[in-house]
């Protein structure tokens, strides 16, 4: 039977129906807890404090209102004027967020998978993606493309694979290792046959400072498994491409 490409999933199989796609997408208000919520793999102490699920790492609240306080005191502000007054609280609240995947584990989006019939690629395209580099602490974001090909038949919910995104891009990083612990996850965790994970990215520590050079993009790939062969590896490729 000729493939097909389902326009409502992106995914390539034998067999599609609108009715297939939209429950596999597996969408609930659950599917992007805030930092506060508890999650399977990532837990909460108490109040809003975080804890990694090891419990070796926590997000130490107050500690980052001084830093911050001490910081702008260090460039010369004076932190209790009108308009910083509130910075130090504000960005310890947004650091809760804005690192919060430090505090998950990568298992926990990809532990509910289901049974198909299908071992074909499956691809989901312009995942967007907002992480902090770890060099500058400036941000840097994009997309990300995940295509893998299942493990006996064995997928998950379309959408856990933009929260594997998030769990990784919620911390300090590098876009080269964001990449590979991706695609590590999809080979360890679900037992990909194969995986290829694409991400293109504006840097603003490039944008904003030191080369200043705005239009410049970064692409990163990571290639596993049978995706290595280079028909399979042409496929995702010219599937991320289309237009």
Do not use: W
Request: hydrophobic share 35%.
């Amino acid at each position: 039977m000729a493939t097909m490409i389902c326009t409502v999933c992106c995914m390539v199989s034998v067999d599609c129906s609108e009715r297939q796609c939209m429950d596999r997408m597996d969408i609930d208000d659950n599917d992007f807890p805030t930092p506060t919520q508890q999650t399977q793999g990532a837990r909460t102490s108490v109040g809003s404090e975080l804890v990694s699920p090891d419990g070796r790492r926590h997000y130490d609240e107050e500690g980052v209102r001084k830093a911050v306080r001490d910081f702008l005191v260090a460039i010369g502000e004076d932190p209790n004027r009108e308009g910083l007054l509130d910075t130090p609280d504000r960005i310890a609240r947004a650091g809760k967020e804005l690192f919060g995947g430090l505090y998950q584990s990568p298992k926990e989006p990809l532990s509910r998978r289901f049974k198909t019939d299908t071992d074909e690629m499956v691809l989901v395209r312009n995942i967007e993606l907002y992480s902090v580099c770890e060099h500058h602490l400036m941000p840097f974001l994009g997309v990300a493309h995940i295509a893998y090909i299942p493990s006996n038949g064995m997928v998950v919910g379309l959408s856990k694979l933009a929260r594997l995104v998030e769990v990784y891009a919620r911390r300090p990083q590098v876009q080269e290792r964001l990449t590979k612990q991706i695609a590590d996850a999809l080979m360890e965790e679900l037992d990909a046959r194969g995986c290829l994970v694409v991400i293109d990215c504006e840097h603003l520590c490039m944008s904003m400072r030191g080369i200043k050079k705005s239009q410049a993009r970064t692409t990163t790939s990571a290639v596993r498994g049978i995706m290595k062969n280079a028909a399979t590896r042409a496929e995702a490729m010219q599937l991320i491409c289309r237009e």
